[in-house]
């Protein structure tokens, strides 16, 4: 076994899970399939003649964008992040961990059926009170995880993350054509790029992202990252996750909220109902940044928005950073 995706023959991936034990003797694999559209790593749902479940592997490149290099040590942090959060209170919410091989940076999980990530948020331009309510419990949850020293800093996968957030996307000459995305961003852009005290905000906050701190964090809390199936709530994908600072999740989710609904409203909310503290500021400023970076950064989101929607949007992300 090495790279493993949907052309893998299946006699080769049968014979590697038996070897490994994660079949039984007589269990046999009839499908293979792709769960979902991933932007980090090669994930696949293994379907056999008994169950299902998911096999998640790591490359030393980001999966949706091959030329940009990413440590393949990002699944160990993931089943780190999964062991520290499992327990009663979080465990209904995250997949159990069924094996790991730390060769072959390939992580076994459950299979949580086939649910539905909630990008569908920014096309619906809201989110039930209920969701919102269940999302910032369970951030809460996790955030209050006793970890010691040995959980990773994972501090390659930020410096990567720190560079997209950050630094990039602030910078006047980057190999982003944005009127590519929206013709007319790019001239859109430009005041954010050339505004240095805002740059001197942002690289401030970005310094304190690279620096050690006391909580786990998911990381990468944002609707991509959360699954719904009926009922049912799921955080997956904390390969960004690492011991920072609350303010970090909490204004990533405020962010991507204000996002779909236009408002500033979610940023107060989340705030209120975090159990938890929490500097607002901070999350403020935290929540005009990753706004910038998905407007005028490498990391696109399905938002559908018109450019004078986006004005708006980073006109208020500017107003969060600046206070």
Known sequence: MTAIDTSTPLPDLQSYLHRREWLDSEERITAIEKP?????????????DRRSFVLKQSRPYVGKYPDVEAPVERIVVEKNFYQAVGDIAVNAH?????????????????????????????QKRRI????????VFILGLIHKKDIDDGFPDNLEMRRLNH????VLPFQERNDFN?????????????????DTALKSIVNRIGKKYLSPGKTLLHGDYY????MTEGDNLYIIDPEFAFPGFAEFDLGIM???????TGKKEPLNQIHE???????????DQVAGIEIIRRLIGLAQLPLDRSLEEKRRLLKKARTLILG
């Not at 560079?163 to 950050?166: S, W």
């Not at 405020?254 to 779909?260: D, F, G, K, R, S």
Request: proline share 5%; charged share 25%; net charge negative.
């Open 163 to 166: 560079q997209h957030i950050f």
């Open 128 to 135: 039930p009170a209920k969701e919102l309510d269940r999302l």
């Open 273 to 283: 109902k975090y159990q938890g503290d929490a500097d607002k500021k901070l999350m």
């Open 178 to 194: 944005l009127d590519d995305v929206h013709p007319g961003l790019q001239d859109l852009s430009i005041p954010f790029k050339t």
């Open 254 to 260: 405020a962010a991507h909220l204000i996002m779909v």
């Open 223 to 226: 609707p991509g990252s959360w």
């Open 94 to 122: 995250i997949p159990n961990i069924l094996g790991f091989d730390s060769e072959e940076n390939l992580l076994l999980l459950e299979d949580l059926g086939h649910c539905e990530d909630m990008v569908s948020l920014y």
């Open 36 to 48: 979902g559209e991933g932007n980090m790593n090669v994930v696949l749902r293994i379907v056999t």
